[in-house]
């Protein structure tokens, strides 16, 4: 039986449907790749600036590590050695143009590594998303994030770098399931 269509015509709308669902697959792809390297971009923008500006103005002769910390104001976060091979973090705030640089000595501070253990010994249950350096009121903390409940809730722990004492705890629970 034949419906109007010879086979060859069906076939030419095959091929061209099909070339035209691989071109829009691979414009999607381009435009993802893109997408992903600006936010990318977006993420890491001052670090190049704010490294010259520690390097030049603090006794930091080598930086580790820059990470950012949004809080009550944005900060990069310096991780990085003196001459004396000392470990310091340093907060570089991203606003203003006049900076009040917070430094702390790694050596006077309970380390990343004590607070994730004894976060790890009072949440087991729990899924660690990341631990960073954070500033509240000009007070260094331990920002620690965190799934608990089996993923049901988001949590934000803020630890004291001074005695893991907790300053602040936000959590986010899932309304759908």
């Known amino acids: 039986m034949n419906n109007g269509y010879s086979q060859s015509t069906k076939r030419i709308w095959l091929k061209k449907g099909l070339v035209t669902v691989l071109v829009i697959a691979f414009a999607c792809l381009i435009?993802?790749?893109?997408?992903?390297?600006?936010?990318?971009?977006?993420?890491?923008?001052?670090?190049?600036?704010?490294?010259?500006?520690?390097?030049?103005?603090?006794?930091?002769?080598?930086?580790?590590?820059?990470?950012?910390?949004?809080?009550?104001?944005?900060?990069?976060?310096?991780?990085?050695?003196?001459?004396?091979?000392?470990?310091?973090?340093?907060?570089?705030?991203?606003?203003?143009?006049?900076?009040?640089?917070?430094?702390?000595?790694?050596?006077?501070?309970?380390?990343?590594?004590?607070?994730?253990n004894a976060w790890q010994n009072q949440c087991s249950q729990c899924q660690l998303v990341h631990i960073s350096p954070a500033l509240m009121e000009q007070e260094p903390l331990w920002e620690i994030a965190y799934y608990k409940d089996n993923k049901s809730k988001y949590v934000l722990d803020y630890l004291s770098m001074d005695d893991a004492s907790r300053k602040e705890q936000l959590q986010f629970s899932k309304l759908l399931k």
């Open 31 to 116: 435009y993802a790749i893109f997408l992903y390297n600006d936010l990318y971009e977006s993420k890491i923008e001052g670090f190049a600036e704010t490294e010259k500006q520690i390097l030049a103005q603090t006794a930091i002769i080598e930086v580790d590590k820059i990470e950012r910390y949004n809080g009550e104001s944005p900060y990069h976060v310096v991780h990085g050695k003196n001459e004396d091979n000392e470990e310091k973090i340093i907060f570089y705030p991203l606003i203003g143009n006049e900076k009040n640089l917070t430094t702390i000595n790694k050596a006077d501070i309970i380390s990343e590594q004590q607070i994730l």
